[in-house]
T-cell receptor
Framework: GAGVSQSPRYKVAKRGQDVALRCDPI?????LFWYQQALGQGPEFLTY????????KSGLPSDRFFAERPEGSVSTLKIQRTQQEDSAVYLC?????????????FGAGSRLTVL | GDSVTQMEGPVTLSEEAFLTINCTYT??????LFWYVQYPGEGLQLLLK?????DKGSNKGFEATYRKETTSFHLEKGSVQVSDSAVYFC???????????FGEGTQLTVNP
């Protein structure tokens, strides 16, 4: 596609619910990143894929967070048993090359609100 | 670990005013430095970058120079426009790594 597409754009969840956030990167992009952006803060790294391989998941804040990219294209970020502190905008970005050394293209983000 | 510190906002300017947004960083080695801009309802967009000391990145009238001696990458524009109103993020990436480390962001509002 023309850009990185994320869905849903807005999600409201009750505390304890599971959520799934989807990212459609630009077709052919090898690298895919997830970032978490709390209100009034800069994005913070969560995890990185090169094709279907998850090469770095050191930024995932707890074992309730899980990401996958099974066919090296679409990626899903899953949050289990959501907590209020999970409320944030979740950003996906993709890059044509390995390691993301090229320009990253960001999606508009999925805003999660946990009540 | 690596970190980026930006001047606190929000910043409010009149059209055609001079803009400076300060950015300093803490990192080992020689990271690449970036400025990203986020317009309301849109994704982060790369504004400019510099990959080594004394490099100057520039785009759309914005400039920033990679200063190794002061570990800084301040963003400047000589004459801002209303359309420049957005949130600006300074970021770094280690040459050996992939992830970006962002500053907190600076909200800029330009009034006509």
């Amino acid at each position: 596609g023309a850009g990185v597409s994320q869905s849903p754009r807005y999600k409201v969840a009750k505390r304890g619910q599971d959520v799934a956030l989807r990212c459609d990167p630009i077709s052919g992009h090898v690298s895919l990143f997830w970032y978490q952006q709390a209100l009034g803060q800069g994005p913070e790294f969560l995890t990185y894929f090169q094709n279907e391989a998850q090469l770095d998941k050191s930024g995932l804040p707890s074992d309730r967070f899980f990401a996958e990219r099974p066919e090296g294209s679409v990626s899903t970020l899953k949050i289990q048993r959501t907590q209020q502190e999970d409320s944030a905008v979740y950003l996906c970005a993709s890059s044509l090359t390995r390691s993301g050394a090229n320009v990253l293209t960001f999606g508009a983000g999925s805003r999660l609100t946990v009540l | 670990g690596d970190s980026v510190t930006q001047m606190e906002g929000p910043v409010t300017l009149s059209e055609e005013a001079f803009l400076t947004i300060n950015c300093t960083y803490t990192a080992t080695g020689y990271p690449s430095l970036f400025w990203y801009v986020q317009y309301p309802g849109e994704g982060l967009q790369l504004l400019l970058k510099a990959t080594k000391a004394d490099d100057k990145g520039s785009n759309k009238g914005f400039e920033a120079t990679y200063r190794k001696e002061t570990t800084s990458f301040h963003l400047e524009k000589g004459s801002v426009q209303v359309s420049d109103s957005a949130v600006y993020f300074c970021a770094l990436r280690q040459t050996s790594g992939s992830r970006l480390t962002f500053g907190e962001g600076t909200q800029l509002t330009v009034n006509p």
